[in-house]
């Protein structure tokens, strides 16, 4: 069982605007700005899209946007592209022995 | 360009050893973190192991420590994952990333994975 809890799924039409959740704990997200979201398109390396929970890498889209309340995180993907089509993950930073968890992934259909 | 090249995966029985590598080159490599972080077939990420950027601190998840050892040689700009006591659950893709920071905040740049299998 992952640390950082996310949907298993999502879906949504081009164009459309879709939130994924990870929900974790004030020893993770909710304690720490160290939360980063990360793309993984099959077969291949995942790559970074938000850090520090909502700062954007140079090159990334700004239809990607992240967000914190509490002890969950979002990311919102807003006009939907086929191309965002993949799997994401959330990950943080934890003050538990094991100092960093990622979530279980959120698999991004578009329709 | 920041590059980083995993090697050392293959098939390895159970109980057996497996030394990773990952080079680096496009960046000061002794100023940062680094982490290694696993991915079984048809599963979602695994963190395994960090080290700070000089050596003096590594952080394991618990399905790794006692038989997982993180280290790096800093003039070799090379980041090493020594695997021992191997099981069938270490079966994975094993990708090395570099922290944007010498302690830890987030993983900006991964490399392609090095694949490994225990079974006999």
């Known amino acids: 069982q992952s640390a950082l809890t996310q949907p298993a799924s999502v879906s949504g039409s081009p164009g459309q605007s879709i939130t994924i959740s990870c929900t974790g704990t004030?020893?993770?997200?909710?304690?720490?700005?160290?939360v980063s979201w990360y793309q993984q398109h099959p077969g291949k390396a995942p790559k970074l899209m938000i850090y520090d929970v909502s700062k954007r890498p140079s090159g990334v889209s700004n239809r990607f946007s992240g967000s914190k309340s509490g002890n969950t995180a979002s990311l919102t993907i807003s006009g939907l592209q086929a191309e965002d089509e993949a799997d994401y993950y959330c990950?943080?930073?934890?003050?538990?022995?094991?100092?960093?968890?990622f979530g279980g992934g959120t698999k991004l259909t578009v329709l | 360009q920041v590059q980083l090249v995993e090697s050392g995966g293959g098939v390895v029985q159970p109980g057996g050893s497996l030394r990773l590598s990952c080079a680096a080159s496009g960046f000061t490599f002794s100023s940062y973190g680094m982490h290694w972080v696993r991915q079984a077939p048809g599963k979602g990420l695994e963190w395994v192991a960090f080290i700070r950027y000089d050596g003096s601190n590594k952080y394991y998840a618990d399905s790794v420590k006692g038989r997982f050892t993180i280290s790096r040689d800093n003039s070799k700009n090379t980041l090493y994952l020594q695997m021992n006591s191997l099981r069938a659950e270490d079966t994975a893709v094993y990708y090395c990333?570099?922290?944007?920071?010498?302690?830890?905040?987030?993983?900006?740049?991964w490399g392609q994975g090095t694949l490994v299998t225990v079974s006999s």
């Open positions: 004030s020893s993770d997200v909710g304690g720490y700005n160290y």
């Open positions: 990950s943080s930073y934890t003050s538990s022995s094991t100092f960093w968890v």
């Open positions: 990333a570099k922290d944007a920071q010498y302690s830890g905040s987030y993983l900006d740049y």
